[in-house]
Every structure is written in C-alpha cells, then in structure tokens.
C-alpha cells in the first residue's frame, strides 16, 4: 500500500487562530456587558454596527484578493478588529462613523498591507485614530452612567439617535451627552482646578466613583480579569499588559506623590477610559507588537509611556490608540534588538553589540 | 549511586508531550523472524559509503562484511543473516528523498550461519586505538537514530580532554520504546558497553541520563550497576520534556554548559552516545559480533499489536508489520522515526537499516487531516517551546521571503528541526519545512558559491600566468634591442653595414681565425717531386679561381 506523506511534526495541538480569536471573543464578553449596563444599548448596537461591516470589508477585500473566503472570514479576526473598535467609540456615535472606523481599519489598515498577519498597525487602532482626527465632535458624544440625576435613552431612542441622529423631544442634546470622566478630569485640571475640587464639584462630582468614573471602574475590573484569564491562558502574552499597567503606575503614582493636586493619582488612571481593553486585548495583538519576551517588555512600557504622556499634557482625554500605533512602528526595531541570546552562542553575539568592540 | 537531581540545569523552552509509550511495552523484546531476503543498503551512516566487498552469487556467512570503510568517517556494513546473494542493485532505501540506493540483496538461507568470530578477551590491555577500529569494523553507528559512526566519535582527538560521558537513555520522542525496552531487559549490556567505551575515551566514570517516565528501566541499570560493583557510573533521571534527548539540550541538561555554534559537544569536554550503541560495542567486543541487528519499536494507533523486535538489518518493514498482526483498517501514515522528528515512507517495502529507531504506523484520527494553513500571526508561542533560543518565527519569514542572509542571522544552523515551534503553532504552520527549505537552498549556494569561487581562481591564475608570458617575452625583446643598440655604439662602422652581411663576414673572421690558430696548413710538402709541385699548383690556381668566381 502507498502510504500519505507529510512534514514532520506528524502530531501537533489541537488550538488554532480560530479558538485563539474565539477565546479572545468569550473574554470580552463580561466587561461588553458591564459597557451596555452602564452606558446603555449604544455600546451594543455599535458592537453589530461594526461586526456586520468588518464582515462585509472582510469578504469583499477577499474576493478581490482572490483569497479564500471561506477560512479567512471565518478566523474570527474581523469580528475581534470590530469589536475592540466599537467599544473604544462613544456609545452614541453615529452609525456612518463606526462605518467608517471600520471599513478603514479592514480594508486599509488590514488587507492592503496584505490581511491577517501581515498589517503592521493596530487595524482598530488605525480606524479609531481615523474618525478621531476627522470627526472630533461626533467622537464626543458619551452618554453619562444610569445612575439617577442623568437622562437615560430606553433601546429604540438609542436607536434612532444613531441612525438619525435625531434625538428624542424630551431631552436635549446637551443633557444626553457628557464628557468622560477622564476629559472631565483633563479639562478641569487644565482649568487650575485640584483633584479634590473636580470630584465635590455639583456636576462632575458624581461621575465620579470610589477608583474612577462611575461605571467604567466597572468595564476596566471586568476587562482585567478576562485579560489575566487570556494571560493565564496563555492566549496573549503577560509581559505587555504587565509593562503597560506597570509603566502607567510608575508615573502616575510617582506625579501624584510630588503634586497629588494636580495630576491624577494612579488609581484613576488604571481604570478610566479604554486602559485594560487597551492593556489586555488592543496592544496584545501579535501581529503588530513585538515578538521577543523583553521586546513585548519595553513594547508595553513604551505604550504605558505614552498613554500616561497623552492622558497628562496631550491633546487627547486618552491616548491608547496613538500610543499603541506608535509602539507598532517601533516593534521591528524592538524585535531586532532584543533577541535572545541563542544557544551556543554568545551575549555579544546579538545585535546591538559586536564582538569586534568588546575585542578592541 | 545517589541521584543528582538538583544539580541538573534546563534548556529553553520545550514541550511536556504525551508519551504514547505504554502500547508497545506490553510485551518483551520480540525475535524478529528471518525474512526470506534481506536487502542492506551499502551506506547506512553519515560519512562516506565503503567499497564492496562481494559480488552476485557469492555465498555469504551472517555477519560477513559486505563493505570496508575508505576513509575516517566511514563505516562497513554486514551481511545480517547466512544466504546467497542475488543482486546487487539500486532498492529504495528509508529516506526523506524516497530515493534509491545501492543496495545488497540476500536471499536468506535460514540456517542463520555465523561467519568465524574473534572476540576479545580481555579489552583492558588493548589500547584505544584498536578497540576504536573493532569498532569501526564491526561497522557500529550511533542508534539514536543520527547514525554516525561510533569509532569516530570515541575519538575526541589529542586537543580535547572529556571530562563528562553522557549515555542517552532520555527516548523523549513520543511512541518510541526501544531503548526503554533495551535498558530494561539488557541492562547488563549497556553497562558493558559503557565500561569498554570509557576505557577508550580515558574516562573516569560516565553518566547515564533517562527521563523520569521510565522508572523501570532506571531501576534496571541501578539493579545491573550494583551487581557489577560499578563504581564510575551513575543513573540520572531528568525531567521528561521534550527535546531533552536532543544531544546539545542533554548536554545543558546535565553539565549546565552550551555546546558552541559551529563547536561539537568535546569542546567543551563532553561526548554523548546512545545506550543501544552501548549494546552493540560491548556485543562487537566480548563477542566480536558486528551489528547486524537493532531493536525496532513497531507501534502506532494504526497497527495492531504494537511491540518492539529485535530486527536484523535488512529486513523489510512490511515483514515487521505483519508480525505486528498487520495495519489497521485506519493505517494512513508510515512514519520512521518518532511523531516529532522522523520522516514518512510512502511505502513499506523498504529495509530496515541501523539508524531506524521506529515504525509508527499513525491512523487518520492521528493527524489532523484538515491541516488548514494560517498566516503567521507573530504570537510567539514558537519561541517560547524552542529548545535553541531561536525566533522561529522570524525564521519562517526569512525563510519564506528567500531572505537566506537574514536567515543566517536569526541563526537558521542552530535549528535542530526538532518540530517544537511547528507543534505549538496555532496557523499550522508547516514551520520544520521551511527551515529544511532555508538550509538545503544555503547548502546549494554555498556549492555554487564554491564552485564559481574555484573557477575565478582558476581563470585568474590562468590570466596571471599569460600576463607573466607575455610580459617575460617583452622582456627578453627589449634585452635583445637593447643589446644591439650597444653594439652600435661600440663598433659603428660593423654597424653600419647590413646586419646579416655584419655576420657572415664575422663568422668568416672567426672561421679564419680559428684556422690559423689551429695551424691548418697543407700537410706532406717537403720532399716533393717537381712534377707533384705543380700539380699543387695548378690545384691551388682551380681552387682560387672558382673562389672569386
């Protein structure tokens, strides 16, 4: 009898990039619910907004491709782009903006440098980045926690406001959108305001919860304990949210300790806005962070970094997705400069030193 | 004997893989039956292949050698069992390329017939040097599956002292049970065998290293250790992970020391060998059998008694198999080898031959048959499990993009293809592959890189030497004109003339001058008649007028 061949290994386990974006999916779940029981149906319709768009990109750069649709559309990678972007979106962002977020992030950021594996950016970083720059009104548009004192949209308002947005005749635009916590924070910080005046102040006071905002110390614990989950896993590697978290801690506790006044204590600052979606589930991306154990050290430091920089004095309330693409320009660099030492080689022998200099 | 567990370091990565042991160590180690042919490849080993011996027809003993080595790293192969031999041919041969080789056919005779034997008495008065060529002549290869001659490798040279001996009982590929299974049932052997080796390397004591799964067979030597009053050999048990029997991982197993790239493991005084290798020296020796038989695991969800038999070289896989009880309905790959590094067959009509560890017949539920290749997603798990500290996955890329300098610098030659990285890898990414791509592609540039070299050094030393001619003759032209130039100088008036007539008439001025210096006159004129006088004259007259005209 004639006998199959193949390439050794003949045996190999069983996970695959499809459990891998599944298991990144059933993690994001607990904190998505927290999103929707806070901030309302928003959250939701933006998740199915962006997935049903991320899917039609997807297979249309497939085809045009002249790729397989079948096994790409299904890895799951285009439903995890979706949704990172639309919980990182205001949750009454039109609809034509998670569109757009969207399709930029698959069709540019993805498949024109080549699809899964091949982009070199973040693609929900790069659809993010996208509609901030273009529509910053639109990206304002938060809504407050249920929490009583603030107007509440039932699931049809939300609805109608992102697809028309036409808002119901009862409220006002002014009173169903309101600045994060954190913009709250920078904004009023950069009007010589301290800490402790921003969090007894009548209107603001209240968005404010015992760690952060009220509500997204919610989102952030939950996401952190889905994240160490993957880490524990081993479905995404610990050293970069363990360097960002790390990093960001570092400087906010070291600020707050010289002027706890004026800059924000770290606490806050660990679980406001995007940070451990940012930490766990955006700047783990493989594909665009770097690959060496201490390159993804220094890779998620550098995010820390930056996120604290932009958060402190940049433009931006936060800074994620600028400082995620910005480590993803540097994670080749990285990746080449901290090689491990191979076995049976030297320490110098890897490159940043040469033996030539240790020689002279 | 005391273990020393703690004293062991670890290498990077690796994989804790399950065994897959226990189907094939049900029963004892099996005869295998003589098969009615067997067919020896001439070259069973790295190194060159040796030059026959025998030709179509001849009668031959078991054990008779069929080949001698021609050069250092070399090694004879044996007629495994008595018969005659009725081809001498091209067969297919267990090999990756699945190409042919030369191979000796045997149609066995059944008697099983040893040729006259001549062991050794006592092999402590034999130096290193002839228990080295026993060795080599009992044509002994290393049985962890390399097959490189054992002789050579005992023979660390003048420069290297070996300070560690290692004996590899560590089998940490999955299915395979053959050493498992010697160690068990020939522990006695082995430690023979490691006695006479340590003599030839002018070792102290040596150390045999198993993994912790294979508590019967550490028992085994430790029982054969005690009973022989050992005292230079200890019995280590390691941590079962995988590549741990990989020499270089062994090797920083047990002396915490990294052989060097490019280096071998007796630079930094270490030699590791196979304890079946072991086996088969204290057999050549005490003996004087040469080897002509291995044991060989036959196991593997698609066949169904899985067992390991005691195989005579030469023997046809499929003979094996159906002592096995035959395939299973579901038998879909035949692999040689173990599931992590071997190579599959595409066929079982191929010999046994030294290097062959395992049969694994895998059924289809095996292997996932719908291996659906991903992108790279970069997550790194293959560095994680690589047992050199390598990037695999920056391997594939440069490997995929033919990048082959860039390769070079990720260390592509520190790859043991130990199928690590291609295990883990969540796109299924066929890793091992591209590596052998990389490595066979640099091998073949490297020859034409060899090649062209070789040709431009010819070609210039061609250049240089009718540059040289040409030069040399110019050379001697402007001497010569030179030459004549101070002639002129000298003697104008001669110049002046035609050179040719410049010549002759100096060739006549020499003539002349010889003549007269050697006093040519005419000869018997005195005493001469007056008649005869004028006869002289009259001939002096002729003589000078024909010379004016």
Redesign the interface.
Known sequence: MLFKTASSPHQNQAITVDQVMQKVLLALIPGTIAAIVFFGWGVFINIIIASLTALTCEALMLVLRNRPVKPYLTDGSAIVTACLLALALPQLAPWWLTVIGTAFAIIFAKHLYGGLGFNPFNPAMAGYVVVIISFPREMTQWVPPLIEGYTHLNFIETFKLIFTGIAPDRFSWDAITMATPLDTLKVQLGLELSINDIHQHKTYGPLFGSLSGVGWEWINGLFLASGIWLAYKRLIDWRIPAGVLGMLFFLSNSFALYDYASFTPPSFHLFSGGIMLGAFFIATDPVTASTTRKGRWLYGMGIGLLIFIIRTWGGYPDGIAFAVLLMNMAAPLLDYYTMPRAYGHQWYEIPGYHKEDQDE | MTEHSNQLSN??GGLKLSGHKTMSITSPISQAKIPAKVIIPLHQHIGDSGELLVKTGDKVLKGQPLTQPTSYVSAPVHASTSGTITEITEHKIPHPSGLSAACVVIETDGKDEWIELTPVKNYQQLDATDLRNIIRHAGIVGLGGAAFPTAVKLNPGPTHTIETVIFNGAECE?YITCDDMLMRERADEIISGIQISLHVLNSDNGIIAIESNKPEAIGALKQAIKKNNTTNIKVISIPALYPTGGE?QLI?VITGK??????LPADIGAVVQNVGTMAAIHQAIHFGKPLISRIVTITGKGVKKPQNLDTLIGTPMSELISQCGG?KEN?????M?G??????????QLPIIKGCNCL?V?SSD???TQR?V????????C?RVC?????P??LYWYASSKNFDKVQ???LF?CI?C?CC???????I?L??YY?FAKTEIWNLERDRQKSDHARIRHDFRQTRLEKEKQEREERLRKKKEMLAKKKQENPETADKDPKQAAIEAALARVKEKKEQAGINPKNVENLTEAQQKLIEEADSRRQQSKVE
């Open positions: 290498f990077h999955p270089k920083k990294e052989v060097p790239s490019n280096g395939y038998a879909d790959h035949l692999v080898g599931p992590m590094m071997g190579f599959t067959l595409t066929t079982d694994l895998e095996d292997q996932q659906r991903m992108p790279c997603i970069r997550c790194g798990e560095a047992p050199a500290t390598l990037l996955q920056q610098d990720y260390h520190d293809e199928g291609a295990y883990v890898c969540p796109s299924q066929p091992v592959q052998r």
